[in-house]
């Protein structure tokens, strides 16, 4: 006899052998990718010394990490201009102040709704900015946009009565969003901050397109270098990696973040001594049992 939940039915002998037989097909289908693929680059010569050697090359060891460097260093200036731009922005939405808060939509629909290339390529060629102000120009509107949204939406998700506690405590708007409602927020708006911060720095490999020499820019260089063979393969499986690494560190540090919110020690329950007799109150009479 088999079990049951409130959602579905706890799968039998016969059910969990067939998803078994599901699981075990599965993980053959992926092999065999994983190995058509490795035979494919065998095969075309991608694991050849020709193709890896320029890897050796002190020249293009340091143009890797400039370019590195420079995607680290544009990710960092969009991170902390977008975090700003959302929260002003999302300010700007919870405002009571109409026009305010009407201005406020009207600029975060607008950059939520433009393409990051169309925005980095109309500052870079029509305002003829500087390739990195562009860039980090481009993304700091988008993803300030939002995380606009992403703030807004977490404020509006802390229970009302929050606010209304607060409210009735004669605190003011400004105190309820500081002591209140934001501290709340931001344990649920962390992963959906730190997701949009990943894609940052992905976009931040758009730079190449208007010569910023970022990471990418730098693969492009060496795989377009005729003397070296057109490594390009390799420079793809250098690269990928180490962007999914930095994804991944990011990731990372917002779990570790959570956690450490959740250990906080103003977080924690306060231990509460068991009831016993109270003090008496000044000029006060011992609690007396009614008469029968």
Same mark, same amino acid.
């Given at each position: 006899?088999?079990?049951?939940?409130?959602?579905?039915?706890?799968?039998?002998?016969?059910?969990?052998?067939?998803?078994?037989?599901?699981?075990?097909?599965?993980?053959?289908?992926?092999?065999?990718?994983?190995?058509?693929?490795?035979?494919?680059?065998?095969?075309?010569?991608?694991?050849?010394?020709?193709?890896?050697?320029?890897?050796?090359?002190?020249?293009?060891?340091?143009?890797?990490?400039?370019?590195?460097?420079?995607?680290?260093?544009?990710?960092?200036?969009?991170?902390?201009?977008?975090?700003?731009?959302?929260?002003?922005?999302?300010?700007?939405?919870?405002?009571?102040?109409?026009?305010?808060?009407?201005?406020?939509?009207?600029?975060?629909?607008?950059?939520?709704?433009?393409?990051?290339?169309?925005?980095?390529?109309?500052?870079?060629?029509?305002?003829?900015?500087?390739?990195?102000?562009?860039?980090?120009?481009?993304?700091?509107?988008?993803?300030?946009?939002?995380?606009?949204?992403?703030?807004?939406?977490?404020?509006?998700?802390?229970?009302?009565?929050?606010?209304?506690?607060?409210?009735?405590?004669?605190?003011?708007?400004?105190? !309820?969003?500081?002591?209140?409602?934001?501290?709340?927020?931001?344990?649920?708006?962390?992963?959906?901050?730190?997701?949009?911060?990943?894609?940052?720095?992905?976009?931040?490999?758009?730079?190449?397109?208007?010569?910023?020499?970022?990471?990418?820019?730098?693969?492009?260089?060496?795989?377009?270098?005729?003397?070296?063979?057109?490594?390009?393969?390799?420079?793809?499986?250098?690269?990928?990696?180490?962007?999914?690494?930095?994804?991944?560190?990011?990731?990372?540090?917002?779990?570790?973040?959570?956690?450490?919110?959740?250990?906080?020690?103003?977080?924690?329950?306060?231990? !509460?001594?068991?009831?016993?007799?109270?003090?008496?109150?000044?000029?006060?009479?011992?609690?007396?049992?009614?008469?029968?």
């Amino acid at each position: 006899m088999t079990g049951a939940t409130a959602l579905y039915d706890v799968p039998g002998p016969r059910t969990r052998r067939r998803h078994g037989l599901y699981g075990v097909l599965s993980v053959l289908v992926i092999l065999a990718l994983v190995a058509w693929v490795l035979y494919l680059l065998f095969d075309t010569g991608q694991f050849t010394s020709t193709k890896w050697r320029p890897f050796a090359y002190k020249g293009i060891q340091e143009l890797l990490l400039r370019g590195l460097g420079n995607t680290l260093k544009a990710f960092a200036l969009a991170a902390v201009l977008s975090l700003a731009l959302g929260g002003l922005l999302a300010t700007g939405r919870l405002s009571d102040h109409r026009p305010v808060r009407w201005l406020s939509t009207l600029v975060v629909e607008f950059f939520r709704a433009m393409p990051v290339l169309v925005m980095i390529f109309f500052i870079f060629v029509a305002l003829k900015v500087q390739p990195l102000p562009a860039l980090v120009a481009g993304l700091t509107l988008y993803n300030g946009s939002v995380l606009a949204e992403v703030f807004r939406s977490g404020v509006h998700a802390v229970e009302r009565g929050q606010r209304e506690a607060a409210f009735a405590l004669g605190m003011r708007k400004t105190q !309820v969003m500081s002591y209140v409602l934001v501290p709340q927020a931001v344990r649920a708006m962390l992963p959906a901050i730190i997701s949009q911060l990943v894609v940052a720095l992905k976009d931040t490999s758009l730079g190449f397109l208007i010569t910023y020499q970022e990471f990418l820019h730098a693969g492009k260089l060496i795989a377009s270098n005729l003397d070296y063979d057109l490594p390009f393969i390799p420079v793809v499986m250098v690269i990928s990696p180490i962007y999914i690494g930095m994804c991944m560190l990011l990731s990372w540090f917002a779990g570790w973040v959570s956690r450490r919110e959740q250990r906080s020690p103003k977080t924690e329950a306060v231990a !509460v001594a068991t009831a016993g007799p109270g003090a008496l109150l000044p000029g006060g009479e011992p609690p007396m049992a009614p008469k029968p």
